[in-house]
């Protein structure tokens, strides 16, 4: 079993910032990939980025540019570095991990709110 724990939303104004971060309780190094989802009220759950042990990275179109995402293999964390906030980006985020033996697991997710 691998544990994964959100921190790091909030309420923010618009083009305004935000940096969650995600533990792991185990080796991040030795997974497949990490990332990032969201799910918006009344809405389907849909991919934000994704990071693999080498770095490679992958966004959705809607927060090219905007977002960053980032791993620390010392600290089994990884960030979502969140610059020019909109109000659609209001969302729960949720981190993922999948490991080698392609097991999928989930954070409970973090609050972000994008509102003046």
Same mark, same amino acid.
């Given at each position: ?35 990032? +989802?969201?799910? $918006? %009220?009344? *809405?389907?759950? !849909? ?8 770095? &490679? ?36 985020? +949720?981190?993922? $991990? %999948?490991? *080698?033996?392609? !097991? ?8 972000? &709110?994008?509102?003046?």
């Amino acid at each position: 079993q691998v544990q994964l724990v959100e921190s790091g939303g909030g309420l923010v104004q618009p083009v305004g910032s935000l940096r969650p971060s995600c533990v792991a309780s185990a080796i991040i190094a030795r997974f497949n990939a990490m990332g990032w +989802y969201r799910q $918006a %009220q009344g *809405k389907v759950r !849909e991919m934000v980025a994704l990071i693999t042990p080498e770095g &490679t990275t992958n966004y959705a179109e809607s927060v090219k540019e905007r977002f960053t995402i980032s791993r620390d293999n010392v600290n089994n964390t990884i960030y979502l570095r969140a610059i020019s906030l909109k109000p659609e980006d209001t969302a729960v985020y +949720y981190c993922y $991990a %999948q490991t *080698k033996a392609y !097991e999928n697991y989930w954070g409970e997710g973090t609050q972000v &709110t994008v509102s003046s």
